[in-house]
C-alpha cells in the first residue's frame, strides 16, 4: 500500500502559527484601532493643508536634506521668472494628491513632529485668490527657509519663461513696448504719409504707435488688475 502524503499549506501553518499568539478578533480590534489612528492622522494632515497661518517647524536638522532646503530669496526669484505664486496651502484650490500626504506622514515621523504652515508654489490659477501646471509643496523651517515636502504635477512648459519675461518688471514690459512699436513702425510703407519718408517722420510714426500701445496696455492692465510678477509672487489677492 502505498503512503500518501499531504503537501504542506503554508497559509494553514501561518493561521496556526497567529491563533497562538492572539486570538482572531483581537488582530480585528488591533488592525481596525490601527486603521482609525492613520484615518485621523491623515484628517489632522488635510486640516492643517488647509489652514492659512504663519508657522515655522521644528525639524531634526541631522535629517534634512540639503537639495530641498531654500531660501525665500530663491523662491521669489523662480516666482518672478515664471510668474508664479507662493501661497499659503489653504488657496490651493487643486486637489493635493496622496502621495504628498504620505511623504507629510513619513516626514512627522521621521522628525518626530507635526508639520503646519504648509506652502504652495503653483501658477496663480491654481490659487483661489480673493479679489483686491507644477506645484511644490513647501513647510517653513523658521528665517525665511522653507523645506520642499513634495512636487507634483507636469513640469512647466518649456517656453513659459520666455512668455512671462515681459510680465516680469516695469522695465522688461517697457522694452517689449518700444521693440514691438519700433517693428510695427517699419511695417508701415513708405509714402503712406508723404512721397518719401524721412527719419523724422518714422520716429513720429513710431512715437505714435508706441502711444497707442501704451494706452491699450494701460487700460487693459487697470482693467483686468493686472500687475508685475515682482508685485504678485506672494499676493493672495487677485488683482494685487
Not at 130 to 150: E, I, Q, S
Request: charged share 25%.
Amino acid at each position: 500500500m502505498k503512503l500518501k502524503i499531504s503537501r504542506t499549506n503554508l497559509q494553514h501553518q501561518l493561521n496556526k502559527t497567529r491563533s497562538k499568539r492572539i486570538d482572531e478578533q483581537l488582530i480585528m480590534d488591533e488592525v481596525r484601532e490601527i486603521l482609525m489612528q492613520d484615518n485621523l492622522r491623515e484628517e489632522t494632515i488635510q486640516k492643517n493643508l488647509q489652514e492659512i497661518q504663519e508657522e515655522s517647524n521644528d525639524l531634526n536638522f541631522d535629517l534634512l536634506e540639503s537639495n530641498r532646503i531654500y531660501h525665500k530669496d530663491d523662491i521669489y526669484k523662480l516666482c518672478v521668472i515664471y510668474r508664479l505664486r507662493f501661497l499659503d496651502s489653504g488657496l490651493f484650490k487643486s486637489e493635493i494628491p496622496h502621495e504628498a500626504i504620505t511623504r507629510i506622514k513619513s516626514l512627522e515621523n521621521e522628525h518626530d513632529t507635526t508639520l503646519k504652515g504648509f506652502k504652495i508654489i503653483a501658477p496663480s490659477k491654481l490659487f483661489k485668490l480673493k479679489n483686491a501646471d507644477d506645484p511644490l509643496l513647501f513647510a517653513p523651517m523658521g528665517n525665511d527657509y522653507y523645506y520642499l515636502v513634495h512636487k507634483w504635477g507636469n513640469d512647466l512648459h518649456p517656453l513659459r519663461r520666455i512668455i512671462m519675461w515681459p510680465f516680469k518688471t516695469f522695465e522688461n514690459f517697457l522694452a517689449l513696448l518700444l521693440i514691438t512699436s519700433f517693428l510695427t513702425a517699419l511695417l508701415v510703407p513708405d509714402g503712406l504719409f508723404s512721397p518719401q519718408q524721412s527719419t523724422t517722420q518714422f520716429f513720429m510714426i513710431f512715437f505714435f504707435i508706441f502711444k497707442w500701445f501704451a494706452g491699450i496696455s494701460i487700460f487693459y492692465g487697470f482693467k483686468m488688475g493686472k500687475n508685475f510678477s515682482t508685485e504678485i509672487w506672494d499676493s493672495k489677492y487677485f488683482n494685487a
